[in-house]
C-alpha cells in the first residue's frame, strides 16, 4: 500500500512538473505570436497556458492584451465590442490578483478606453473617468512608465478637445469630465516620446496633441517621424493611419 501511494505521489508531481513546463512553453510562445502581431495566434497559446496555470495574473493580462489587440481586425463593431468586453475581463481578473502590479493597472485603464470606444455615451464618460483614474494610478506607481503617460497624454489632449456645447450638454446630462487640457497631452506625450523615442505610436499621438494644442509646425515632424519608424506593437499600424490622415491634413 505504501508503495503504491508512493508510486502515485511521484506520478503527480512528474505530473504538475510537465503541467508548469508546459505553461512555460505556451507563454515563450505565445509571446512570440504577440512580438509578431498576430493576437489571435497570441490569444489561443495564452488560453491554453491559463487552463494549465489558472489565476496567474501575467497570463491573464496577456489574455486581456491579447482580446484587446485582436479589435484592430475586427470589422464588425458588434464583435469588436465583446472582443474589449472580454479583454476587460481578463484585466479586472489580473488586477484584483496583484493590484500593484503596474501593468495590470494600465490594462484596465487601456481596456475601459477600449470598451468605450465601442459604447453609448454614457458609458464612454464613466469609463473616461476609469482611464483617467487608472493611467494616474500607474504613473504614481511607477512614473517612468511611457505607455501610462502615452494613455494619459491621449485622455488629455481628446477630453480637453471636445467642443464647448458637446460639454455643456455631458455636464448637465452626465455629471460632466475631469478638467483635462490639451497643454497637459503634450506635457504627458512628450514624456513618453523621451522614455521611448523610438515608439510610432507616441510620435503620432505627440503630433495629434501639439495639433489640438495648436502648434502645427511642432506637429508635423512628430507625425512624419511616426511614418519612418518601425512598428513595434500591433497598435503602432493604427497609429501610422491616423497620422497619415493627420499629415494630408496639414497639406490640403
Known sequence: MITRLAVLLVAVAALTRSWAATADELIRDGLAAEARFEPRAALELFLRADAARPNDPFILQKIARQYSDQTLDLADPADARASSLKALGYAQRAHELAPKNADNILSLAICYAKVGFYSDTRTKIENSRLVKRYAEETLALKPDYAFAHHIL???????????????????????????????????????????????????????????????????????????????????DAEAKRRATEALEKLSS
Not at 450638454?169 to 512628450?190: C, D, N, Q
Open 153 to 235: 497624454g491621449q485622455w488629455h489632449y481628446e477630453v480637453a478637445s471636445v467642443g464647448a456645447a458637446k460639454r455643456f450638454l455631458v455636464k448637465l446630462i452626465y455629471g460632466g469630465l475631469p478638467p483635462a487640457s490639451t497643454a497637459e497631452g503634450v506635457r504627458h506625450l512628450r514624456r513618453a516620446v523621451e522614455l521611448a523615442p523610438d515608439s510610432p505610436s507616441h510620435r503620432a499621438e505627440l503630433g495629434l496633441a501639439l495639433l489640438a494644442d495648436g502648434q502645427r509646425d511642432a506637429a508635423k515632424p512628430e507625425l512624419q517621424q511616426a511614418l519612418a519608424l518601425p512598428p513595434q506593437l500591433k497598435y
